[in-house]
């Protein structure tokens, strides 16, 4: 995991609600037994058309689409299965960051421990930022805050644990690791509890 | 003081309390896997040079990969591809090398993880559950805290036997009533979800209650606990009480005798206390549902079979009736209906093909309907051939499979056509779920097997009445792109 502390870059928006990952990565793609060779599985079938050949008219395939490391998306975005898979084809498409009013629980945890920064903002800013696809913004995890082209900023809540393996590229099975006294504790006592 | 059941199994398994500062860390009692979510998690422990905690809690199926053709005479299987194959094989090998239990080919109680589960008498009231699987959720209808996580989570269970987790928040869906006739614990759940939306449930753990969740026999509370993901919560629970109880007596990884006993009477003590408060709480008039089925791409558009499709709130729901061929205003009976889907964790146990074979006996499945039958498992599949419901279902013109997920998710080759029309008793009508460009209306194993001998959607109450007329569409055009 590569450490993150600040991202600069425009967003690309997907205005829909509900994009679960059945659209993010296709079930066909998920007899892989890697985590790597998953960008072009990301949005197949958003992305190319049943020959298998680019579709003009999806955003994703704009020329300049592949330099926005910041996606936009309507609410209960990554809905659906808990395919960790969703996450690394985002990832390896080339987004850092994902932006809703609302993530669905599963995705946003897997997002986290795998460096892609998944974070909800009010629904008016995120109202704005899905009528104006391409700004920049700049978001900064020290303080929590995005900023708009207009230097309006944004706070946003991320659990301190989850923000401090970001920004030192953590994982964190080493802390659970660290834990083996306490678990094999609690082994023991409801051992004798039961 | 008052506590709810999340908060009593919850408190039984914290190892260490959340701070501000660090999630609380959560014993895990039972981790199932399957073949598709957990070989990144072996391969990390391996470059880790680590080793899998607790083999003994750890209990492997294969379900989602795997063809539901029989093997021919060689012994060889159809998989859809060499990936999918290996695959498998990748499974076998990390249960072989780590010590786990894995429900294989020849293992007489293979079947969907969350089918077979239960039925093993693996799943307990009061426990931790995990999977790498959405759907874990159906545990819950034990009164077990079970929740879906990905892989990366997966890898921290084998390891650590842990996870780390912040507490969520609770829900209280009390659902007040009796059922009407014909009307089953899908029709109950997809009402539930049109109620409250997609994502009412996110952050929370739902717990089901009142008296139309309780005359709910074991198989239908699994149906709704199997769906609560689906209305955005990780988890749904129902108190375990004596229907739990004769449910899980004599199950083979229960405990037995005295030892039974005891548990059962723990057990029942989990239910919550009376005046324990949840964060929210929500009444359901269970009187007022009617055979449900989905109409649109996710599985808060839902819509009695019997009324018309409501007019779209926004762009997106315009989209989804567009990609559905849906018209608003309308109802869906008369829709012309290309495959019949009975299966998936959500309903293919014996009860769910009972249904759908009484609905079968004595007719026929409606000229150029496909109509596949996959029961959830090897024991599903027995007792239902000990009965005759294969024959019945073959008889009728449908296809009867062996046990796995199949076009519930089509990873396995079973799948449905662009354009073509779905009728399924799965969980998800996403778009292209059970294949690209498929249409996928939800219902109950009785809706969808009304269906089939109709050839086009139909009220399983009134299948004796007037036919219904089956409208024609022309052909789909081709889906259009996306944003
Ligand atoms: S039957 Fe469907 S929902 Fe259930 S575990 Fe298999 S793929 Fe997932």
Known sequence: ?194 | MSQTLFEKVWNRHLVQDETADAPALLYIDLHLIHEVTSPQAFTELQQRRLTVRCPERTVATMDHSTPTWSADLQGQRRYASEQAWEQVQTLMENCDRHGIVLHDWDSPNRGVVHVMAPELGLTQPGMTIVCGDSHTSTHGAFGALAFGIGTSEVGHVLASQCLLQRKPKTLCIRVEGELGPGVTAKDLVLHIIGKVGVDAGTGHVIEFAGSAIRSLDMEGRMTVCNMAIEAGARAGLIAPDQTTIDWLRGRRHCPQGEQFERAAEDWLSLASDPGAVYDREILIDATTVAPTMTYGTHPGMVVAVDQPVPMPADGTAARALEYMQVKPGETLQGRPVDVVFIGSCTNARLGDLRAAADIIRGRQVAPGVRMLVVPGSEQVRRAAEAEGLDRGFINAGAEWREPGCSMCIAMNGDRVAPGQTAVSTSNRNFEGRQGPGSRTFLASPATAAACAVRGCIADPRFLDGEPEVCIHFPSPRHMEARP
């Open chain 1, 1 to 194: 995991m590569k450490p993150l502390q600040k991202l600069k870059s425009r967003t690309l928006v997907l205005d829909q609600d509900n994009i679960d990952t059945d659209q993010i990565i296709p079930a066909r793609f998920l007899t892989t037994t890697q985590r790597e060779g998953l960008a072009k599985a990301a949005f197949a079938d958003w992305r190319f058309d049943a020959d298998g050949r680019l579709r003009a008219d999806c955003s994703l395939n704009a020329p300049g689409a592949s330099d926005c490391q910041i996606l936009v998306a309507g609410d209960n975005f990554g809905c659906g299965s808990s395919r960790e898979h969703a996450v690394w084809a985002l990832e390896q498409f080339g987004f850092k960051a994902v932006i809703s009013a609302r993530l669905a629980d599963i995705f946003r945890a897997n997002a986290l421990k795998n460096g892609l920064l998944a974070i909800e903002l009010g629904r008016p800013v995120v109202a704005w930022l899905r009528q104006h696809p391409g700004v920049e913004l700049d978001i900064c995890l020290e303080d929590c805050r995005v900023t708009l082209p207009d230097g309006a900023s944004h706070g946003f809540n991320l659990d301190p644990f989850a923000r401090t393996c970001l920004m030192e590229g953590v994982d964190a099975l080493g802390y659970l690791l660290a834990k083996t006294d306490l678990i094999a504790r609690h082994e023991v006592s409801q051992a004798g509890a039961s």
